[in-house]
């Protein structure tokens, strides 16, 4: 398996623009989160997926942040408008969990840079 | 108070000696616990995990769990340069199940 996919890799916009970014989680996987890490706030859970259903949302830092997965191998995390406390670097993960067990198998991310 | 806290480091420990990362967690009917080691620029990988009070040992790492001081750590031993790393400490509070809480993390550098 290539592992949790991310896409694009690097992202550069201007403020106010729209930003999407995407994930492909490991086959087989039930969970998916979207974390942002910054060197201020270290890594947060955005949203975390369970089944293709949002369970829990709380760390969505505003209503410009909205995140998709409309099938088992998809999902988006969307920022509009982008602002620049926005750039980051966003990372995706996947776990297939059990019930106890939630190893988490995180992509390469996506550094996001908002001027 | 975090939920789950980590010493900030940074940590320096000489090549071949111990080194010793500590997490501390607020939730005391957490089940699952993790050691996840990024390196500068790379995403988090796991290198352990553990549920049972008592140690665990993979190869030189030694994950250390006290459910009743609600304490975990990871302890690395004959220390390497490519060990040098941010270590993050994740546990999966009884609140939240099915994801993890993480630490700020701890950045271990390994000097030569």
């Known amino acids: 398996d290539a592992g949790v996919i991310q896409s694009p890799r690097h992202e550069v916009t201007e403020m106010g623009q729209e930003v999407t970014l995407r994930c492909k989680p490991i086959?087989?996987?039930?969970?998916l989160f979207w974390y942002r890490q910054t060197m201020m706030r270290g890594l947060e859970l955005l949203i975390y997926?369970?089944?293709?259903?949002?369970?829990?949302d709380s760390g969505m830092p505003e209503d410009r942040f909205s995140a998709k997965m409309p099938n088992a191998s998809f999902s988006t995390l969307k920022i509009q408008p982008s602002e620049p406390r926005d750039s980051a670097v966003y990372f995706c993960?996947?776990?297939?969990?059990?019930?106890?067990?939630?190893?988490?198998?995180f992509g390469q991310g996506t550094r996001l840079t908002v001027v | 108070q975090k939920e789950v806290e980590q010493n900030s480091g940074p940590l320096s420990v000489p090549e071949g000696a111990i080194a010793s990362l500590n997490c501390t967690y607020s939730?005391?009917?957490?089940?699952?616990f993790f050691w996840y080691r990024q390196y500068s620029g790379k995403s988090p990988e796991l290198i352990m995990f553990i549920y049972s009070n008592g140690d665990k040992e993979d190869g030189r790492f030694t994950a250390q769990l006290n459910k009743a001081s609600q304490y975990v750590s990871l302890l690395i031993r004959d220390s390497q340069p490519s060990d040098s790393a941010t270590y993050l400490c994740?546990?999966?509070?009884?609140?939240?199940?099915?994801?993890?809480?993480f630490g700020d993390g701890t950045t271990l550098t390994v000097k030569p």
């Open positions: 993960a996947s776990s297939l969990y059990t019930g106890k067990n939630t190893e988490a198998f």
């Open positions: 994740a546990v999966n509070l009884r609140t939240n199940a099915g994801k993890s809480t």
């Open positions: 939730d005391r009917g957490s089940q699952s």
């Open positions: 086959s087989g996987h039930n969970s």
């Open positions: 997926f369970n089944n293709n259903v949002p369970i829990d």
